[in-house]
């Protein structure tokens, strides 16, 4: 199904859309209207200059962000990057994306070979005025996709101590393949925390660590500040139950 927004007009002010039509003709009212058409990487000039384009249409580079002609970096959007999780080349659009690939393109042009670009989680946190949503690596149907042997495993849990009279629900999920243990991704709903407990996954994500790894990592902690145990190390305590028994 797809939808049609209506703009409208009141007291001679044009306002947001307030209705939409489907394909099949049905009107549904509505208070706003959000527009994913996607992006996709503008790289007629690469063309132009003979460079090689990769299998996700955008520009392929090696781990210094040099192109197919050795005299040319190229970073940000219109690049073909890595996926972190597996190693498959990956189009990632995303401002931090595209400050890290700055700084290695920098180095590349000052000092050469010094440091590299290894790829990206596809990283992102999108706040909804005081709530924030977050997700590093793959979600479950990604890495489905991508034919692991998942197991997710979802908690409701709080953000600090739940005797903390600020404490607030903290929703948390983390993903992991079965056969290797590996870890694959996270998600995160909650008012705090989010980006401390997401970081935590993609820290071991690059790292290559296992679920049994990150479990026993010695993470900080203050009562007034997060819960004793973590919301991912919850996650990972289930995940843990789930592999072992």
């Not at 409208?8 to 859309?17: C, D, I, P, Q, T």
């Not at 392929?60 to 080349?89: H, M, Q």
């Not at 935590?200 to 660590?209: C, D, F, L, S, Y």
Request: aromatic letters at 6%; proline letters at 4%; hydrophobic letters at 40%.
């Amino acid at each position: 199904m797809e939808v049609f927004p209506i703009a409208s007009e009141s007291l001679g002010v044009r306002s947001m859309a307030t209705q939409v039509i489907t394909t099949e003709d049905e009107v549904l009212d509505t208070d706003f209207v959000f527009a994913a058409a996607g992006v996709k990487a503008e790289t007629t000039l690469a063309q132009n200059a003979g460079l090689e384009i990769g299998e996700t249409g955008g520009i392929r580079v090696d781990e210094y962000l040099i192109t197919s002609d050795p005299n040319i970096i190229a970073i940000g959007d219109c690049t073909e990057t890595v996926d972190l999780v597996k190693g498959d080349p990956l189009s990632s659009m995303l401002a931090t994306c595209a400050v890290r690939m700055g700084r290695v393109a920098a180095m590349s042009i000052a000092k050469p070979g010094e440091i590299d670009f290894p790829g990206t989680l596809n990283n992102f946190i999108v706040p909804f005025h005081d709530l924030h949503v977050g997700s590093v690596g793959y979600n479950s149907v990604i890495a489905e996709e991508k034919g692991h042997n998942v197991l997710g495993v979802k908690i409701k849990t709080t953000d600090q101590p739940h005797y903390m009279p600020t404490a607030q629900e903290f929703y948390f999920k983390i993903i992991v393949d079965k056969d290797t243990g590996k870890i694959l991704g996270g998600q995160a709903i909650g008012y705090d925390h989010v980006t401390d407990n997401l970081n935590i996954v993609a820290v071991a994500i690059q790292a290559g660590m296992d679920y049994k790894q990150l479990l026993e990592a010695d993470l900080c902690y203050a009562p007034a500040v997060n819960e004793t145990i973590y919301p991912v190390t919850q996650a990972l305590e289930m995940v843990a139950r789930r592999l072992l028994r």
